[in-house]
């Protein structure tokens, strides 16, 4: 610390040189700030505390293929289950197919299994008492601008009514929030009774798009989840079980292998970033050497000349990373901020935080080692006779 | 003062040259290099730009890691930006390249995607009578009834994913000449037999010709493999009246799929479904159909690629001006006694400039060749076969050359903000101090 102003005069140096280096690094650590806070933000969605409760009981054909409603019953006899709710895909559109949000039939008991949101007491009685109410997420309710006990007409893809009509009204009973502000991705979706769609569908009645269960103790779920999958086994209705977190990263792996792509573009920008940085720290070593040896034969040993100069390169890359990453937490936010919670990108925080200091720490010393070394090797007398 | 003017004009005289770069379609650009070329050939001061540019290409030896700098910076730009365009391209192509306008595809009323729909044998029956559909030699309507379902089934990495399973009668090869079988044969109706995409045999697990598929409580056999060059890639087809009974769905069907008599028969087949009152069904040329399925994923992946290529392309040009700089300071001298023996300052930045723009144009091909080499025959899949199901829908990227000009482009571009503040600042270099200088 003591020589902190030594490393700073050697960075000031060359102004120009130096903001402009740091600029560049900005620009590598705004974009990894960004990149990696969509890449958290897939990665996470697959992790929720709530997830780990949960589990989905779908057909082994795969999504899209129908259960029977007889396997409720039986559900409900699996021990380590505490609640066993029934959901239907419905895909229905309002107004605009480009308005697109998912909406789900549930059974009246689905807030028992998803706990990831906060229903008011009096709209989830509502909600469990009106023969054809929903319920959204306050996303939702904004982007719309609904309000409680407002008529909500929903075009069916899949489900047309008993009389061939695609139009179904629904009444808005509840708006519920995230529990957790990592899950605020449900505050998207539109719920509504699964029993009111069962009655009014034209076809399929008594099927069940899939089963979504509580467990008593995440630690058994793989155990209840391979209770649950026996019962059908060798019936032409096989289920496959999984918990809601392993479902959701499944559906995102599908999507794209989103740290694959971000872990090359990262790849190709710190390649250059450590080209580049060290090719600033190489010019600035080298035109300092007659300095460098006026420093040893006032005393400084090999060691200090080494650190000073490693010292130097980890701080032109701090500063400069430090910058795009604030930089890269505001434009986050801002994005946020004006294109709703559902864009795929993590608050800046903590662990982001940490991984690029790690990084900056390491290009720094990466770019900066060979300069030291030539720093520390250089002799005194060659080093003053310009040689 | 009179620096602020200077600066000023410089930014506008870059603003306006940016735009006009990043308009200019490629003859343009070849039209400007020729010009370059007499100018630098046939003028006094172009013959002087190039002696001068010479000797700064001479010295680009002495100073390799700086000038790698530039090469390397540009080329990491332009190697990004190609290969996440060419991520957007080839999802594109694939879809727009599926379907022609002389077939049409006829899904329930409102449903939007194939695998949404439910249709009844019997509307297959009537859709295939309606006017404007193609008749075989025998008079039969050349339409296909199919059903869609979807599979999970386990790719290469060992991970799940949901896949398209089309349940098909002989029509569909019928309506889709394109789809051709490249291994084996085709299934035979009514048994438990499969054709499988090329996409799919390269990316599912345990696909070969000979062996057997787990679907539901029966095993299959693959007996062939299809190549379409488009969407069917991505999809296994089977006996329409084997499958559905295994995916619980009977005898009900997803689409029906009619050659017309020609493309302009459309407006009568589909103005005749409409009128039709035993018919609630939606139609829609097969291209029109796929096409509206790419919607606007490409769009969303150029506008990330080029977000993500701009704060690239920010860092590479400081790297530039750093490296051009220092080459100018080192050459202090040597300009200086250019100045003072009476060049003029034109060729001081233009020799400059050109320095910068050949190094950004080696760091371009350099990115585009690499962007080629590594993802020009790169295949990926995504879940984007719409509705609920979410199926794979298996694609090449797309190195196409349009592709590769924009990555040179963009070289161009970087090479230009990078070299301009140098070249201008190596001109205005006043003569006397630097000649003092060390």
Same mark, same amino acid.
């Given at each position: 610390?003591?020589?902190?102003?030594?490393?700073?005069?050697?960075?000031?140096?060359r102004k120009t040189r130096t903001l402009f280096t740091?600029f560049s690094?900005?620009? #590598?650590? %705004?974009?990894?700030?960004?990149?990696?806070?969509?890449?958290?933000?897939?990665?996470?969605?697959?992790?929720?505390?709530?997830?780990? +409760?949960?589990?989905?009981?779908?057909?082994? %054909?795969?999504?899209?293929? !129908?259960?029977?409603?007889?396997?409720?019953?039986?559900?409900?006899?699996?021990?380590?289950?505490?609640?066993?709710?029934?959901?239907?895909?419905?895909?229905?559109?309002?107004?605009?197919?480009?308005?697109?949000?998912?909406?789900?039939?549930?059974?009246?008991?689905?807030?028992?299994?998803?706990?990831?949101?906060?229903?008011?007491?009096?709209?989830?009685?509502?909600? !469990?008492?009106?023969?054809?109410?929903?319920?959204?997420?306050?996303?939702?309710?904004?982007?719309?601008?609904?309000?409680?006990?407002?008529?909500?007409?929903?075009?069916?893809?899949?489900?047309?009514?008993?009389?061939?009509?695609?139009?179904?009204?629904?009444?808005?009973?509840?708006?519920? +929030?995230?529990?957790?502000?990592?899950?605020?991705?449900?505050?998207?979706?539109?719920?509504?009774?699964?029993?009111?769609?069962?009655?009014?569908?034209?076809?399929?009645?008594?099927?069940?798009?899939?089963? !979504?269960?509580?467990?008593?103790?995440?630690?058994? /779920?793989?155990?209840?989840?391979?209770?649950?999958? #026996?019962?059908?086994?060798?019936?032409? +209705?096989?289920?496959?079980?999984?918990?809601?977190?392993?479902?959701?990263?499944?559906?995102?792996?599908?999507?794209?292998?989103?740290?694959?792509?971000?872990?090359?573009?990262?790849?190709?920008?710190?390649?250059?970033?450590?080209?580049?940085?060290?090719n600033t720290?190489?010019q600035?070593?080298?035109e300092?050497?007659?300095?460098?040896?006026?420093?040893?034969?006032?005393?400084?040993?090999?060691?200090?000349?080494?650190?000073?100069?490693?010292?130097?390169?980890?701080? %032109?890359?701090?500063?400069?990373?430090?910058?795009?990453?604030?930089?890269? /937490?505001?434009?986050?936010?801002?994005?946020?901020?004006?294109?709703?919670? !559902? %864009?795929?990108?993590?608050?800046?925080?903590?662990?982001?935080?940490?991984?690029?200091?790690?990084?900056?720490?390491?290009?720094?010393?990466?770019?900066?080692?060979?300069? #030291?070394?030539?720093?520390?090797?250089?002799?005194?007398?060659?080093?003053?006779?310009?040689? | 003062m009179n620096k602020f003017l200077l600066g000023l004009l410089l930014v506008v005289v870059l603003i306006v040259c940016l735009v006009v770069w990043s308009l200019l379609?490629?003859?343009g650009a070849v039209a400007a290099a020729v010009l370059l070329a007499l100018w630098l050939a046939l003028t006094a001061t172009g013959r002087r730009t190039l002696s001068v540019t010479g000797v700064g290409l001479a010295t680009l030896r002495s100073r390799w890691g700086a000038s790698s700098v530039i090469v390397?910076g540009i080329?990491?730009?332009?190697?990004?930006?190609?290969?996440?365009?060419?991520?957007?391209?080839?999802?594109?192509?694939?879809?727009?390249?599926?379907?022609?306008?002389?077939?049409?595809?006829?899904?329930?009323?409102?449903?939007?995607?194939?695998?949404?729909?439910?249709?009844? &044998?019997?509307?297959?029956?009537?859709?295939?009578?309606?006017?404007?559909?193609?008749?075989?030699?025998?008079?039969?309507?050349?339409?296909?009834?199919?059903?869609?379902?979807?599979?999970?089934? $386990?790719?290469?990495?060992?991970?799940?994913?949901?896949?398209?399973?089309?349940?098909?009668?002989?029509?569909?090869?019928?309506?889709? $000449?394109?789809?051709?079988?490249?291994?084996?044969?085709?299934?035979?109706?009514?048994?438990?037999?499969?054709?499988?995409?090329?996409?799919?045999?390269?990316?599912?697990?345990?696909?070969?010709?000979?062996?057997?598929?787990?679907?539901?409580?029966?095993?299959?056999?693959?007996?062939?493999?299809?190549?379409?060059?488009?969407?069917?890639?991505?999809?296994?087809?089977?006996?329409?009246?084997?499958?559905?009974?295994?995916? &619980?769905?009977?005898?009900?069907?997803?689409?029906?799929?009619?050659? *017309?008599?020609?493309?302009?028969?459309?407006?009568?087949?589909?103005?005749? *479904?409409?009128?039709?009152?035993?018919?609630?069904?939606?139609?829609?040329?097969?291209?029109?159909?796929?096409?509206?399925?790419?919607?606007?994923?490409?769009?969303?992946?150029?506008?990330?690629?080029?977000?993500?290529?701009?704060?690239?392309a920010i860092?590479a040009i400081f790297g530039a001006l750093n490296s051009m700089y220092a080459a100018v300071a080192t050459r202090a001298r040597e300009i200086a006694t250019l100045r003072a023996v009476g060049f003029q300052g034109t060729p001081v930045v233009a020799s400059v400039l050109l320095e910068t723009m050949l190094l950004a144009l080696a760091g371009g091909? *350099?990115?585009?060749?690499?962007?080629?080499?590594?993802?020009?025959?790169?295949?990926?899949?995504?879940?984007?076969?719409?509705?609920?199901?979410?199926?794979?829908?298996?694609?090449?990227?797309?190195?196409?050359?349009?592709?590769?000009?924009?990555?040179i482009k963009w070289a161009l571009a970087i090479g230009f903000i990078g070299g301009l503040f140098p070249a201008v600042r190596a001109a205005r270099l006043p003569v006397t101090t630097a000649l003092r200088e060390l």
């Open positions: 610390m003591k020589y902190f102003h030594l490393v700073w005069s050697a960075l000031m140096r740091m690094v900005l620009a #590598a650590f %705004l974009l990894f700030g960004m990149l990696d806070s969509v890449r958290t933000s897939f990665a996470d969605a697959g992790h929720s505390v709530s997830g780990a +409760h949960q589990l989905i009981t779908m057909s082994k %054909l795969g999504l899209g293929n !129908q259960l029977p409603l007889s396997l409720q019953s039986r559900l409900e006899a699996v021990p380590g289950l505490t609640a066993v709710a029934r959901v239907s895909w419905f895909g229905g559109i309002y107004q605009d197919p480009k308005n697109f949000f998912p909406n789900e039939a549930v059974s009246a008991n689905y807030f028992a299994v998803q706990d990831a949101v906060v229903l008011p007491p009096d709209q989830l009685k509502a909600f !469990q008492s009106t023969r054809d109410g929903a319920v959204v997420g306050a996303t939702l309710a904004k982007r719309f601008g609904w309000k409680v006990g407002q008529q909500i007409p929903l075009e069916a893809t899949i489900w047309p009514q008993k009389d061939g009509s695609n139009t179904w009204t629904f009444k808005l009973v509840g708006i519920f +929030h995230a529990r957790d502000a990592s899950e605020k991705s449900i505050e998207g979706v539109m719920f509504f009774r699964w029993k009111y769609f069962d009655e009014a569908r034209q076809f399929a009645q008594g099927s069940v798009g899939w089963y !979504q269960t509580r467990v008593a103790n995440p630690e058994h /779920a793989d155990q209840v989840a391979t209770a649950i999958d #026996a019962l059908s086994k060798n019936s032409d +209705h096989e289920t496959k079980t999984v918990t809601a977190n392993a479902f959701t990263a499944s559906f995102i792996s599908q999507l794209a292998n989103i740290g694959l792509i971000v872990g090359a573009i990262m790849a190709a920008v710190f390649f250059t970033l450590i080209l580049l940085t060290g720290m190489a600035a070593v080298r300092r050497i007659p300095e460098l040896a006026v420093l040893k034969t006032i005393g400084f040993s090999n060691r200090s000349v080494l650190l000073l100069v490693l010292a130097e390169a980890v701080l %032109l890359v701090v500063i400069g990373g430090v910058a795009g990453m604030l930089l890269a /937490a505001g434009v986050v936010g801002g994005l946020k901020a004006a294109l709703g919670s !559902q %864009l795929p990108m993590a608050p800046v925080g903590g662990s982001i935080w940490g991984e690029a200091l790690i990084l900056m720490i390491l290009i720094g010393v990466v770019v900066g080692v060979l300069p #030291a070394l030539r720093g520390m090797r250089l002799k005194i007398v060659d080093a003053l006779a310009g040689r | 379609p490629w003859y390397i080329a990491g730009v332009v190697g990004v930006l190609v290969a996440m365009l060419a991520m957007g391209e080839g999802l594109q192509a694939t879809l727009q390249g599926t379907g022609s306008a002389d077939t049409a595809i006829v899904i329930r009323a409102g449903s939007q995607v194939e695998s949404n729909s439910v249709l009844m &044998h019997s509307d297959a029956v009537l859709i295939g009578q309606q006017p404007g559909v193609a008749r075989d030699a025998t008079g039969h309507p050349i339409a296909s009834p199919e059903v869609l379902l979807a599979v999970s089934l $386990p790719k290469n990495n060992g991970q799940d994913a949901n896949l398209s399973v089309r349940g098909v009668g002989e029509e569909a090869w019928a309506v889709r $000449p394109n789809v051709k079988i490249i291994a084996g044969r085709k299934f035979t109706p009514g048994t438990l037999e499969l054709d499988v995409g090329k996409g799919v045999m390269a990316q599912f697990k345990g696909m070969a010709i000979g062996s057997d598929l787990q679907l539901g409580s029966q095993k299959w056999k693959i007996v062939g493999e299809f190549d379409s060059g488009d969407a069917f890639n991505s999809e296994i087809w089977a006996d329409a009246s084997t499958i559905g009974p295994v995916f &619980h769905r009977g005898s009900s069907l997803s689409s029906v799929t009619v050659r *017309l008599t020609s493309p302009s028969a459309f407006t009568v087949f589909k103005a005749a *479904l409409a009128t039709n009152p035993q018919l609630k069904v939606d139609a829609e040329t097969t291209h029109q159909y796929f096409a509206d399925q790419a919607g606007g994923i490409n769009k969303l992946i150029r506008w990330l690629g080029t977000t993500i290529a701009i704060i690239m860092g091909v *350099l990115g585009a060749f690499v962007a080629w080499a590594v993802f020009g025959h790169f295949t990926a899949s995504t879940s984007a076969g719409g509705g609920f199901s979410f199926t794979q829908m298996i694609f090449q990227f797309r190195v196409t050359p349009a592709l590769l000009w924009t990555g």
